[in-house]
């Protein structure tokens, strides 16, 4: 099962918009609505931001969106922090009965 | 508050073997599926396992065959045995909670503090 595909960096400055893209196919990504996001700062565990898709947990900020067309998943953060300033990775559930992570983005606030 | 505690991370040399371990508390364990997730130095995420709350265990084809996942409802606690360990199973493995009683393979919530695991001679 080959890594979902995610831009290795993206960033912006405070107050902006970003958009990771997290790139799949109809066997996974396309295929289910099983699309989760983590946010991962160094040295720390990674914490769920998004969930099936568009879902976002109690207690994570509503700056924080989800979104999929077809085999791409996105993760929109908008009116940018620096505490967004984090490595962020996409995960899906696959045809074959397993999980697949994204490569992972990190992301720079400017 | 749920709490995910791992433990039995080591160095270890290249075809040895590593049990790791889990301890949960604060969530009714015997319901909800666990994952184990490892991420090598400076990389990625990388799915390894899964233990329903049933009886199913799933498995990366990078560890199929070599690592045995497992799990003690009595006493809260999951387990991973790794087996003919390689140089590129060194990583930080996490233990992760599933996010609902009904999904094994979806999202995950919370994930431990990890434990380290390098095979090196």
């Known amino acids: 099962q080959s890594a979902l595909t995610q831009p290795a960096s993206v960033s912006g400055s405070p107050g902006q918009s970003v958009t990771i893209s997290c790139t799949g196919t109809?066997?996974?990504?396309?295929?289910?609505?099983?699309v989760s996001w983590y946010q991962q700062h160094p040295g720390k565990a990674p914490k769920l931001m998004i969930f099936?898709?568009?879902n976002r947990p109690s207690g994570v900020s509503n700056r924080f969106s989800g979104s999929k067309s077809d085999n791409t998943a996105s993760l929109t953060i908008s009116g940018l922090q620096a505490e967004d300033e984090a490595d962020y990775y996409c995960s899906s559930y696959t045809s074959s009965t397993t999980l697949v992570f994204g490569g992972g983005t990190k992301l720079t606030v400017l | 508050e749920v709490q995910l505690l791992e433990s039995g991370g080591g160095l270890v040399q290249p075809g040895g073997s590593l049990r790791l371990s889990c301890a949960a508390s604060g969530f009714t364990f015997s319901s909800y599926a666990m994952s184990w997730v490892r991420q090598a130095p400076g990389k990625g995420l990388e799915w390894v396992s899964t233990f329903s709350n049933g009886d199913s265990a799933y498995y990366a084809d990078s560890v199929q065959g070599r690592f045995t996942i497992s799990r003690d409802n009595s006493k809260n606690t999951l387990s991973l045995q790794m087996n003919s360990l390689r140089a590129e199973d060194t990583a930080v493995y996490y233990c992760?909670?599933?996010?609902?009683?009904?999904?094994?393979?979806?999202?995950?919530?919370?994930w431990g503090q990890g434990t380290l695991v390098t095979v090196s001679s």
């Open positions: 109809s066997s996974d990504v396309g295929g289910y609505t099983y």
């Open positions: 992760a909670k599933a996010g609902t009683q009904y999904d094994s393979l979806n999202w995950f919530d919370p």
């Open positions: 099936d898709v568009s």
